[in-house]
């Protein structure tokens, strides 16, 4: 069951991470909180615009909004992007084993080349 809740967290976060507004909209509150009149500013999109992909990231846990005065400021939570590191670290073992196999190959050409040139010269 676990397993499941960890899924369907990781499609909501990838979900939200999909758009490059919204990924935009979480670098700049990785700085600190803002209200959304500050987020919607380096957009050429409408506040109510805004205010959807806000909904986008608050639904997949990567944003939280408060209450202060008339204003919502939105501040990030980091706990989903940890998920998806996590998730992406199972990987790294494997893209780094193909790297090493890579590099043993490339170093068995330039011995080959080597002893193919010293061969050549003689």
């Given at each position: 069951?676990?397993?499941?809740n960890?899924?369907?967290?990781l ?6 991470l ?8 979480l670098?700049?509150?990785?700085c600190?909180e ?28 990567l944003?939280v909004?408060?209450?202060k005065?008339?204003?919502?400021p ?5 706990g989903p992007?940890?998920?998806v590191?996590d998730?992406?670290?199972?990987y ?7 790297f090493?196999?890579l590099?043993?190959?490339l ?12 061969k050549?010269?003689k």
């Amino acid at each position: 069951m676990v397993l499941y809740n960890v899924r369907a967290n990781l499609n909501e976060t990838f979900a939200a991470l999909a758009d490059p507004t919204r990924r935009a909209i979480l670098a700049r509150l990785a700085c600190g909180e803002a209200a959304v009149m500050e987020l919607a500013k380096p957009f050429r999109i409408s506040q109510p615009a805004v205010s959807k992909h806000l909904k986008v990231l608050e639904r997949a846990g990567l944003i939280v909004r408060s209450r202060k005065a008339q204003s919502r400021p939105c501040r990030l939570r980091a706990g989903p992007l940890k998920e998806v590191a996590d998730w992406a670290e199972r990987y790294r073992r494997y893209w780094e084993q193909g790297f090493e196999r890579l590099d043993a190959y490339l170093g068995k050409l330039q011995r080959l080349e080597k002893a193919h040139a010293r061969k050549s010269t003689k």
